[in-house]
């Protein structure tokens, strides 16, 4: 460290959008991948993209511009690369990089799994006992050198040791390789100091979740050791998406400079925590253990749209100036996961615009902040108000419901059906295109759809599916389509959010009281009843997911918006029905994506998430038989919440968890889907592998409660493909069928 460490920026945002204002980054990446440019392109619109942020920050008056935030895939995978924790596997590959993120002819990519409590998705690193750390420093130092040579001063942005190797496959367990890890953030600080880089930023999101003795004794001993390079920038630690609970008196007794708290999403229950760590009354700030420390106050929200309360986050700054020696005012996470800027969507309505903030928005913010005066009028929140009880729902026990339903369905044992998308065709994506533009009329356009149900209907019935689907066709999105349909809801032309990669969503804005004007899929599911005499499965999204996949207006709890959502879900269930539709799913892929990250609230939120959904579907009577979807992994750590909400059958992605979430469902007593077909990859199963993992099913579960189905929709497969499949799945279950009753 330099003699006299200079001060920590006044303003400053943990990170900023990386895919370009018009999805910039995405086009050159697919572009890249079909080898229609080269790398040499690939790379120029990277730096125009960084350079274009840097000067954008600057020009708003930031004073502490990050760098490295920048990623050509994901921030843990270029994280991966920097500690030389490339598995051997790859390191032939023409371009390892992108061979761990996506994969290549015969090389399946790293897993890739949600980021923390967001829709983002990370590139799960691999740690063994034999991965070879060393340090490659290129990217960090050519975003360092591309920002100097622009006349930018920046702070280097790194995922740290601690989280790293918590987010690796093993775990907690790969904690074992901290001390070698270490070696290489030694290095690097090294590396920053010889540039002459001031700050470096160390994230450490995974200390916002429990974390056990041993692991808090990382964080020590890891900061403790960082702290001790001789010749290092300031360390600023950055933990964002909660609250840094007892891990912030660990933070605070290492030599680090700085620390940066979400005070959004901590709010004030980590300034209370603050507080008391810090024995308030004692004359704290010179006395307290972030006396001589930065605290880089996260009172702006990187997670949602909406303007900064004034008086909150001026609140907020005030407590933590009493306790802390220094305070910078920042963003409470990266952001990421806002859109770039409200300027690109004028079609917003004025009343809502002036409540929205995006990404320029935000750091506009943050900069005023930082220059108003520190004693500015500061008075507590108010709390909100406690949430009103939960009726129960009206549904018979199970057994009768069971006894209704087959008795109007009349099935085959192991029914087989699909999870609700068919292929998203080319003409179909230009022809909503065309919609959008004012080039095709509406009537034009719904005769397309209705073209559309028409070919998934009678594929269904050519393939002998039993309950069939219409296929979604009208539906650009499973959230974005309710959210266009329900009062409440706004929809942006350029609101894009990385989800993953090139993949982007743009997630509707939630921010008044949700009600339905009118039915929304009761006339498609007629038309596609109209078609066929099979039963055909009505197919809505849950109330969790469509509030999860939003952004949400946040002067009401959570639970009562979700709560206004599954009434509105209701209505259409209950029209669903009167629309002689037999059976009716409803869609919770989201269920688990809103879990609180720590354990103190989980049960709480299961609780009214699960009395969401059954208020959402208990309208239905007996007789209509409801199925409820999830996928993603990591469906094992809701089991009893999936359980509990009661649905006749629950399909589930299981192709790739094989018995591990078999053994787990088991237990459930009502009919259960577990995915038989991966429909992530373009792979297509066939007959003899889907019927053994169908025998593996009913090694586990009774014969008369198993479905037979995908892991989830076919909307991002070909036609070809699924044709292929579900021929394979229908061939699988009638061999089974015929088979003596054992
Ligand atoms: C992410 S879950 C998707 C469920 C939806 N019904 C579909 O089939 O596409
Ligand atoms: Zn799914």
Request: with cysteine; charged share 25%; hydrophobic share 45%.
């Amino acid at each position: 460290m330099p003699a006299v460490q200079p001060a920590f920026p006044r303003s400053t945002v943990l990170g900023y959008p990386r895919i370009g204002p018009r999805r910039e980054l995405k086009r050159a990446l697919e572009a890249y991948w079909d080898g229609r440019s080269g790398r040499a392109e690939l790379d120029r619109v990277g730096a125009e993209l960084r350079e274009r942020t840097w000067r954008r920050l600057a020009e708003l008056g930031l004073e502490g511009l990050p760098s490295n935030t920048f990623s050509l895939y994901d921030h843990v995978l270029d994280t991966a690369v920097l500690l030389g924790a490339v598995p051997e596997r790859y390191r032939a590959a023409e371009d390892p990089y992108f061979a761990m993120a996506r994969g290549t002819q015969g090389l399946a990519p790293l897993r890739m799994t949600k980021w923390f409590d967001t829709n983002y998705h990370y590139i799960v690193p691999e740690v063994g006992p034999e991965t070879v750390f060393a340090l490659d420093a290129t990217k960090p130092l050519a975003e360092l050198r591309q920002a100097r040579a622009l006349g930018f001063e920046t702070r280097p942005v790194v995922l740290g040791p601690v989280t790293f190797l918590l987010l690796s496959e093993r775990g907690a367990a790969a904690l074992d390789r901290l001390d070698d890890v270490l070696g290489c953030y030694e290095e690097l600080l090294g590396v920053l100091a010889a540039e002459g880089v001031a700050w470096v930023q160390l994230d450490e999101p995974a200390l916002v979740a429990d974390r056990t003795p041993g692991e808090l004794a990382a964080v020590r001993r890891a900061y403790q050791r960082l702290g001790a390079v001789a010749a290092r920038p300031g360390l600023f630690v950055a933990a964002a998406y909660g609250d840094l609970g007892e891990a912030l008196p660990v933070l605070a007794a290492t030599p680090v400079e700085a620390i940066g708290l979400d005070l959004v999403r901590g709010g004030l229950d980590g300034l209370a925590a603050l507080a008391d760590g810090l024995q308030a009354g004692s004359a704290p700030a010179e006395a307290g253990p972030l006396a001589g420390k930065t605290v880089v106050a996260g009172v702006v929200s990187g997670r949602d749209v909406w303007r900064t309360e004034p008086g909150r986050a001026a609140y907020a700054l005030r407590v933590v100036r009493e306790h802390a020696g220094d305070v910078a005012v920042g963003t409470s996470c990266s952001l990421l996961h806002v859109p770039y800027d409200l300027a690109a969507e004028p079609d917003l309505d004025p009343g809502l615009r002036a409540r929205l903030a995006f990404a320029e928005q935000k750091v506009a913010e943050v900069v005023e902040l930082a220059r108003a005066a520190p004693e500015g009028e500061a008075a507590a929140p108010a709390p909100s108000a406690p949430a009103a009880p939960v009726a129960a729902g009206e549904r018979g026990p199970y057994e009768v419901r069971a006894a209704a339903q087959a008795g109007r369905l009349r099935l085959p044992p192991l029914p087989t059906t699909t999870i609700g998308s068919f292929p998203q065709t080319g003409e179909l994506r230009a022809a909503r295109a065309a919609l959008a533009a004012g080039t095709l009329s509406r009537d034009a356009y719904e005769e397309q759809v209705r073209a559309e149900i028409e070919r998934a209907i009678r594929t269904q019935e050519r393939l002998g599916l039993d309950v069939l689907v219409h296929g979604e066709p009208e539906r650009n999105d499973m959230v974005q389509y309710f959210a266009e349909h329900l009062d409440g809801f706004a929809v942006t032309r350029n609101g894009w959010v990385q989800s993953y990669g090139s993949r982007c969503t743009r997630p509707p804005i939630l921010h008044g009281d949700v009600s339905r004007p009118q039915p929304v899929t009761v006339r498609w599911a007629r038309y596609a009843r109209s078609l066929t005499n099979r039963p055909v499965k009505g197919m809505l999204t849950g109330p969790v997911t469509i509030v999860a996949w939003s952004f949400v207006r946040d002067d009401l709890p959570l639970r009562d918006v979700v709560f206004q959502v599954a009434e509105a879900v209701r209505e259409e269930v209950r029209d669903l029905e009167a629309a002689g539709v037999p059976i009716i799913q409803v869609d919770e892929p989201a269920l688990r994506e809103l879990l609180p990250l720590r354990r103190a609230g989980q049960a709480g939120y299961l609780e009214w998430a699960v009395a969401a959904y059954r208020r959402a579907t208990s309208g239905a009577g007996d007789a209509t038989q409801i199925h409820t979807h999830l996928c993603y992994s990591d469906a094992d750590q809701i089991l009893s919440a999936i359980d509990a909400l009661d649905a006749d059958v629950t399909t589930i992605e299981s192709a790739r968890s094989g018995g591990r979430i078999l053994g787990a469902v088991g237990a459930f007593g009502r009919g259960l889907g577990p995915g038989v077909y991966d429909i992530h990859s373009p792979r297509v199963p066939g007959a003899g592998e889907i019927e053994e993992l169908l025998r593996e099913t009913l090694k586990a579960l009774p014969a008369g409660r198993v479905w037979v189905n995908p892991d989830c929709g076919l909307k991002t497969r070909t036609y070809e493909q699924v044709e292929a499949a579900l021929a394979a799945m229908v061939t699988a279950a009638r061999r089974l069928r015929a088979e003596p009753a054992g």
